[in-house]
């Protein structure tokens, strides 16, 4: 089949700029050669590999000697990569707990690092952490740098939750309210859901202690966190029916709290209230038979909206296998 003479003149304008980015280098192709140039994380876990498994004796022995040497000289990156290989049991090595968490903790300057440390002691009793963990838990995130208020990203949202958590609670020793807002406050501000949830209980609970002006300022922010993540978390519906019920917001009859309630509760179990159908159930009541209405129909349309989506704390891993 003869192509027409547009056809061949646009196939050959595209050859000639292939080509030319062939020639400069495409700038993404180039991007990926530069960052793989600066690779030391991804060569701890090969190198780790390669001591372990590789049956060329040259190349492994040289892989044990440069680990030995990075593990010796606490090389952050070297340090993490074992840790992972301990905890998960990969490239062949046994699984080993303890030596996991001793890597973790010594690779001081890696949030990262001291944020999987703080988890392993915090998963270690379902029941929840003891004294001595939550001591160890809040020093650790401390020392790394993981819930420093400068800390970013996923790791300072996940660590920021635990460590108000814990000051909350007391566990550690003396609890600390304010200390324990100052965290939740940040753990909502990197985006993590339930620390948003801690943080909108606390503001809740202050608004009515807060002068007019201040006030105004609070609610504003919480409307914008309920806009925001009450479709993936019942907890904060929940919260959304209580600030409509204490009439922050506009509220004719009562609909909206309702609404925000049995969204909640068709929303299904809370990871963060531990008798959520308790607390509903207090709060949900019965409406004039036309609102009833309204409201079935509101919920039913509402749910369409939400996610379910599991708010686990993860590890932050090097090394996969």
Known sequence: MRMSR?????????ICISTAAAEDGDQVVQAIKESVQDNSRLNACILLAQANTSKDRAAQKKAIETVTGKLKHEDVNMLRARADVARKGLFGYPQDTNLAYRMYAKAAKSAEAGWNAALMLYQRDPSGASQTDAKAILDVLQKSGA?????????GGYSHYIAGRLLESGIAGKADEKQAFIHYRASARNAYVPGAYHYMRLLMRSVPKLPEGERGVVLQEM??????????????MLLAGDAYSARWYPDTHGFMAQYHWRMAAKMGASEEIGDMAGALNTRIKKLPAEMEKRLDESVEAGMRNTMQVKHTLEYSDLCVE
């Open 223 to 236: 409307r914008m966190m309920i806009n925001r993540w009450k479709w993936q978390s019942p907890e904060i």
């Open 147 to 155: 819930s420093a208020m400068n800390s970013r990203g996923i790791i």
């Open 6 to 14: 547009a056809l061949t003149v646009v196939l050959g304008a595209i």
